[in-house]
């Protein structure tokens, strides 16, 4: 069975965009998915990105126009400027790992959370916000939090913020199979066709 480690940052909109997508060709191809939230900055030290205010004008344009083609393409509701952005995800993408270790599937939780940034307009950062959307997918909120704000759990997302860079992931989302990075959601039909 082919293995995808995929990694995201829940505050990015190009995962937003492409993670049902990459759940569709996982299920496709009977792939299964590590799911591993990063540092977005960390890799971003490494191959010279940079927050997207901080783009010459021309590129932050594009990167609006392209938003709204690609949740065009993929039928989905996007707000390319919403209320709650820039905002840190760190706790809800712990809990991601949380629910991983606890031998959940995170990966409507996660299309929650995406969603709830770019298309809702939430705040990912409130624990009330996070708690709530535990509670909609059916997970128990206050222990999945509380063990997402362990130290374990943020040296997972430390680790896993290492193994992104080692595998040359640009950015997010990022998609390694069997030591090939697949960078970007327009990669996704790559990655299947690999």
């Known amino acids: 069975m082919a293995v995808i480690d995929y990694y995201f940052y829940g505050a990015s909109p190009f995962t937003y965009l492409g993670h049902n997508a ?23 030290a490494v191959s010279g990105a940079v927050p997207p205010a901080k783009r010459p ?31 840190d995800t760190t706790l809800s993408d712990q809990t991601v790992i949380a629910l991983v270790e606890a031998g959940k599937s995170p990966a409507k939780y ?7 940034v770019w298309a809702d307009e939430l705040d990912l950062s409130d624990h009330d916000v996070v708690a709530g959307l535990l509670i909609e997918c059916g997970f128990y909120a206050e222990a999945t939090l509380e063990r997402a704000q362990s130290d374990e759990i943020a ?6 913020s290492e ?18 990075v697949f960078w970007g959601q327009d990669r996704i ?6």
Do not use: C
């Open 22 to 44: 990459l759940i569709d060709a996982a299920v496709r191809q009977s792939a299964e998915i590590n799911y591993k939230p990063v540092n977005l900055f960390a890799l971003w």
């Open 110 to 116: 996660m299309q929650k959370v995406f969603a709830g």
């Open 57 to 87: 004008p021309v590129r932050q344009r594009y990167r609006l126009l392209e938003l709204q083609r690609v949740a065009e393409f993929r039928g989905l509701q996007i707000h390319t400027k919403p209320k709650h952005f820039p905002v």
């Open 155 to 160: 040296a997972v997302r430390n680790r896993n």
């Open 189 to 194: 039909n790559l990655l299947e066709h690999a």
């Open 163 to 180: 193994e992104a860079v080692a595998a040359d992931a640009i950015g997010v989302p990022a998609y390694v199979l069997n030591g090939e």
